[in-house]
């Protein structure tokens, strides 16, 4: 057997790199919960996530009418997050704020709507299926309950820090 002393260094090298990474990246997961909790005020608790529990997560945050799971794909900096029970003026306070910090500025060839996020006018029926919406990197989905004027919002790839000014919008009214 032929080894070469080298190419053992450097694997071992490469799997301690690659093991601090990953470690790195979900100690960042666990201080983004910690983020979004301090952005809700000091409310939620934080779990780690397994398999097959919605989308591929380091950990998630929950809390009463949000839960973001920090993605696994991500640095710990990019959450998957769900509003839910909103009512029609938390979510219009919602809507107005995110799409104020996030308009396109791209060039006249961008495919971004100006308003991504679907108005009260496109969800006024109970029981309205999901309505889709994109902008840029926001993409996303509301849902209005069949027997309720509560709507739910789920964000799916969402800056942390987007996330927790999101938050701060909720809990504005409480």
């Known amino acids: 057997m032929n080894r070469n002393p080298t190419s053992d260094a450097?694997?071992?090298t490469f799997r301690a790199a690659r093991d601090g990474a990953r470690t790195a990246a979900k100690a960042a997961a666990h201080v983004a919960c910690l983020y979004l909790i301090e952005a809700n005020g000091?409310?939620?608790t934080i779990h780690e996530t397994r398999k097959g529990e919605g989308p591929d997560s380091w950990c998630q945050m929950t809390a009463p009418g949000v839960n973001a799971r920090i993605r696994a794909e991500s640095f710990g900096d990019r959450a998957h997050v769900t509003f839910r029970g909103l009512d029609e003026a938390t979510y219009e306070r919602l809507r107005a704020g995110a799409e104020a910090r996030n308009a396109c500025y791209h060039d006249e060839n961008c495919e971004c709507d100006d308003a991504p996020w679907p108005g009260l006018s496109e969800l006024t029926l109970p029981g309205t299926s999901e309505v889709g919406f994109r902008n840029c990197d926001v993409r996303?989905?509301?849902t209005r309950g069949a027997s309720s004027s509560r709507l739910d919002l789920t964000?799916?790839?969402?800056?942390?820090?987007e996330v927790a000014a999101l938050i701060r919008l909720v809990r504005a009214d409480c």
């Open 10 to 12: 450097m694997a071992t």
């Open 42 to 44: 000091g409310h939620g």
């Open 140 to 142: 996303g989905q509301v």
């Open 155 to 161: 964000l799916d790839d969402e800056p942390v820090s």
